[in-house]
């Protein structure tokens, strides 16, 4: 088999690195491992090189003369989500194999389409979130998540929702389910306490703000965060793409929808 060198939950730097490796003369393959892709040495004699090559690779995996090694080989290997991430039907597949995942999209899709028939009004009722002191005496705190699954337009569940299928389905797959709900419920007990301190309360105690963009923004972060820490787990999203949902979000995403 070779000499196993490190081992990453995706295939995609897996073989950045491999490729790279070989453009500088050390020869190194991708076998398939369970749910991991090992890079491989053919031969032990760079072996103390190749480490430090792995090393400088996981500090820095976007660095362009991996990609350029890719280019040069005759194979274009990009690290996710630049390649395929994008795609719609990746996206719904990997949501629809992620439990949690799925269970928020369609709620949030039947919260919606409940609200376009005319049933926003009780919806209301039960799911806006209410000023802490009327909280403390009727004891509904789930009213701290509840208006994350509420959207006012088409605009902003699709786009909410695009982004949640495919960011949390990444974490999902590769944390776990428990991950992903736990990041779930502090960022949407923190995004909407926070709007609630900053809002006013409007006809029965009620605060007019939802939607699921403070999750988003968070399993964003979650994300990109991890991509920079541990690179080798395979979640990553380039700073283009963080670039952009910063401007969306200062421009574009009315505060008030959350």
């Given at each position: 088999m070779g000499h196993p060198l490190i081992a990453f939950n995706q295939q995609s730097p897996a073989h950045l690195l491999a490729n790279y490796l070989t453009s500088q003369n050390i020869t190194a393959n991708?076998?398939?491992?369970?749910?991991?892709?090992?890079?491989v040495l053919n031969e032990d004699a760079h072996i103390d090189r190749a480490k430090i090559i792995a090393e400088d690779f996981l500090a820095n995996p976007t660095h362009p003369k991996y990609q350029q090694a890719a280019w040069d080989s005759g194979k274009n290997v990009q690290l996710a989500p630049s390649g395929s991430g994008f795609s719609m039907g990746n996206i719904i597949t990997d949501a629809v194999k992620a439990p949690f995942t799925s269970v928020v999209f369609i709620l949030c899709v039947a919260v919606y389409g409940l609200s376009l028939l005319g049933m926003f009004a009780p919806i209301a009722q039960h799911l806006l979130m209410q000023p802490f002191s009327v909280l403390a005496q009727n004891q509904e705190w789930w009213r701290l998540l509840g208006p994350a699954f509420i959207h006012f337009s088409a605009l902003h569940i699709i786009f909410n929702l695009l982004w949640w299928a495919m960011l949390g389905a990444k974490i999902e797959r590769t944390l776990g389910m428990s991950m992903l709900l736990i990041v779930f419920i502090v960022s949407a007990t923190i995004s909407n306490a926070a709007q609630a301190i900053f809002s006013e309360p409007v006809q029965g105690n009620l605060y007019l703000f939802g939607g699921l963009s403070g999750v988003v923004y968070a399993v964003m972060g979650f994300v990109?965060?991890?991509?920079?820490?541990?690179?080798?787990?395979?979640?990553?999203?380039?700073?283009?793409?963080?670039?952009?949902m910063l401007v969306w979000l200062g421009s574009v995403m009315p505060i008030s929808y959350g």
């Open positions: 991708v076998v398939q491992s369970d749910k991991e892709f090992v890079v990109w965060w991890l991509g920079w820490l541990r690179p080798s787990w395979g979640l990553s999203l380039p700073n283009s793409i963080v670039g952009f």
